[in-house]
């Protein structure tokens, strides 16, 4: 079998690879439209936005899985192991630690609540322009990186094919806003379910078979050692190194926990879950999926390495960018069993669909609770409100289309993609941070925090952009030596080096006369600047850096213009920190360190179940948000009639700045 370097030709689709590409997004349509026409008769908020809430916690754990770990780790992990180090691999570490706080500390918060929107909770601790401020940045997080997943996939099918790359962006954009606005969450969960399951089949197949062709594991890693892309032991705390052990652990939890703990569209995930119980299952077997498609990429980073050692696909132009390396992949060592390649970029894109219509019905949640409804129609119909939802999910759905040309012109779609979550959304876990650890955080620390935390991060985010820190970054030596250059008429390049020392003009000269041997890896030298060490900031710190700034900002402001006063908060808005962490101290040093927090009085019984949209009377359906909004969720029930229980009645005092959420009596 001939490969890509050696022909200098990408093998072509088939006949058959079309069909089941064709077939793949057809039935994972035909699955929203299913439950399109089955819930009909259920126009309800409810349903369309929560699934009904009476989901199985498995769906709910894959479409976890698939949100925000679909394309973008698909094409962005393989490619990280060929052009750097193994050191990656310490993210699962991370994963271990954000899926046990979300699961434990930040999920419970949101349920027992009873939230559709998380940022209701911002309202709760501290005002309504908190909550507002807190879902519009949200929103703009969301479309910028659908515009990332939708950008990836079609990138991936114009590499493979030849595709034109806007014909399948625009295509891929209007088939995805057309079907979101079609179905609701539980369509959203059914099909990203089905999509997981073609991922995980794409992925096996190409680890196996890519394996083989390079002579097995062993030899792989063989050739992988032998590059010097094996490395354990960076443990350096400089915060500009781009990946250390302490970078990828620790960042790569403050950067995950912003998506699995307090992200809109995994809260609502959660929700959708019949009881916390059944949400917490949910994240964890969320867990081994995680890690599997981790570990499995990195694998296949190894083969994908091993194939193409002695000839680099970008030096020799076969392709122009690192995130086409997998498809080159795919199409050189699958392309010849007519199928696969289809099913493979088929799975591309059921995961870019499943993310961004989870994304769009994760925006039309926020837009309607927080903003319309909030402020300007309290009184909407459900039947209304459904309508309203389908024509927020076009209406973004089109906006995020035009910012895929902004995605094109990030870079590497996996580090955009993270680096966007720690500029945005690392702000926005900074403000739930400073609400739920912090009692004595107000209203203005709030603002303040939020505010300075995001034009601190996009400071550096743009800074970084701006100086092209990324090119300042060494990667791995690359080989050109094996590639076919008789069949193109551009000359072997000339030899650079790993040290730059060694570019002098005599040996450039010597190189010159012998291009076959070579190792080559391009850094460009940056002539500094006063804030150039900030913006070499790595990427995975940025979301932890964020925390830091929201917090203190948030504190400092809050304790010069009256501090909080943690005995009158409600405590089910608090996390006892220490109590997580260290429940083996005894009770009078544990004290103390609630702070005067009155965790005691959360009951934890009946709060921790859902009403389901079946357990709505037809005549009540329209008032389903309002009665769970009003009512206190320490006891559990629902008054039907839009009133509380008698004796246990939630208010909210109208002090927006303080934003206190008063109770008649303890939960």
């Known amino acids: 079998m001939a490969y890509s370097f050696e022909t200098k030709q990408l093998a072509p689709f088939a006949v058959l690879d079309y069909v089941l590409f064709g077939l793949m997004l057809a039935f994972s349509a035909f699955i929203g439209i299913f439950y399109a026409i089955k819930d009909r008769n259920r126009q309800n908020t409810k349903e369309f936005l929560l699934a009904g809430g009476n989901m199985n916690p498995i769906p709910v754990a894959l479409s976890i899985l698939a949100s925000f770990m679909s394309a973008i780790t698909l094409l962005g992990t393989p490619a990280e192991m060929y052009n750097f180090t193994t050191m990656y691999w310490y993210i699962g570490l991370g994963y271990l630690l954000v899926v046990a706080t979300a699961a434990h500390w930040f999920i419970p918060i949101f349920y027992r609540l009873r939230v559709t929107s998380a940022y209701e909770y911002l309202e709760h601790r501290f005002s309504k322009g908190v909550r507002t401020a807190g879902s519009l940045t949200f929103c703009t997080q969301m479309i910028l990186y659908m515009a990332i997943v939708l950008y990836a996939p079609s990138l991936a099918l114009n590499a493979v094919t030849g595709f034109p790359l806007w014909y399948a962006i625009i295509s891929v954009g209007i088939v995805c806003t057309f079907y979101t606005a079609l179905g609701g969450l539980k369509a959203v969960l059914w099909t990203d379910t089905f999509q997981v399951m073609v991922m995980f089949a794409g992925l096996f197949a190409i680890a196996i078979k890519g394996m083989a062709d390079v002579g097995g594991l062993k030899e792989a890693w063989g050739h992988f050692s032998d590059s010097g892309r094996v490395d354990w032991d960076d443990f350096s705390v400089d915060p500009k190194i781009r990946h250390s052990a302490w970078s990828l652990v620790i960042g790569g939890w403050f950067t995950w926990v912003a ?36 570990y499995i990429g990195c694998f296949i980073g190894v083969a994908l390495f091993s194939l193409y050692r002695h000839c680099d696909p970008i030096k020799f132009e076969l392709i122009t960018a690192s995130d086409q390396l997998l498809p080159l992949f795919v199409m050189d060592v699958l392309g010849n069993v007519h199928g696969v390649p289809g099913l493979f970029v088929a799975s591309l894109f059921s995961g870019a669909l499943s993310t961004i219509s989870s994304g769009l019905n994760s925006i039309a949640a926020c837009i309607l609770q927080d903003v319309i409804r909030a402020y300007f129609v309290k009184e909407m119909t459900e039947t209304r409100a459904t309508q309203v939802s389908r024509i927020l999910a076009v209406i973004f759905g089109i906006i995020c289309l035009g910012l895929t040309y902004v995605a094109s012109k990030l870079g590497g779609v996996l580090q955009a993609a993270l680096s966007l979550f720690g500029m945005i959304g690392g702000p926005l876990l900074g403000v739930f941070v400073l609400g739920m650890f912090f009692p004595w955080a107000n209203t203005a620390g709030a603002y303040a925090g939020l505010s300075i935390g995001l034009i601190f991060m996009f400071w550096i985010g743009i800074g970084a952009y701006v100086t092209e820190v990324s090119k300042t970054i060494p990667k791995a030596p690359v080989d050109i030596s094996g590639c076919n250059w008789n069949l193109t008429t551009t000359a072997a390049p000339i030899i650079t080096t790993l040290n730059a020392s060694m570019s002098t003009p005599s040996t450039v000269a010597a190189m010159a006369t012998n291009a076959t041997t070579v190792a080559i890896t391009t850094t460009t030298e940056h002539d500094g600047g006063v804030f150039f060490p900030l913006y070499s900031l790595s990427y995975l710190w940025y979301s932890a850096t964020a925390v830091a700034v929201v ?20 405590p089910r808005l608090q996390i006892p920190l220490f109590d997580k962490i260290c429940p083996f101290l005894p009770e009078k040093i544990l004290k103390p360190l609630r702070f005067g927090v009155r965790y005691e009085d959360i009951k934890h019984d009946e709060s921790e179940f859902r009403h389901t949209a079946e357990d709505v009377k037809e005549k009540d359906v329209d008032t389903f948000f309002e009665i769970e909004l009003h009512t206190s969720p320490g006891d559990g029930k629902t008054a039907l009639n839009g009133v509380a229980n008698p004796g246990c009645e939630s208010t909210m005092n109208g002090d927006a700045t303080a934003g206190k959420y008063q109770h008649s009596t303890h939960m």
């Open 259 to 294: 998506i699995y703990g307090t992200n809109q569209a995994q809260i609502q995930r959660a929700c959708s879950c019949s009881s916390l119980k059944e949400a917490q299952v949910a994240m964890w077997i969320n867990f081994p999926g995680l890690c599997l498609i981790l």
């Open 551 to 570: 917090v203190g900002v948030g504190l400092i402001v809050s304790f010069f213009t009256g501090p909080r006063k943690p005995s009158e908060l409600d």
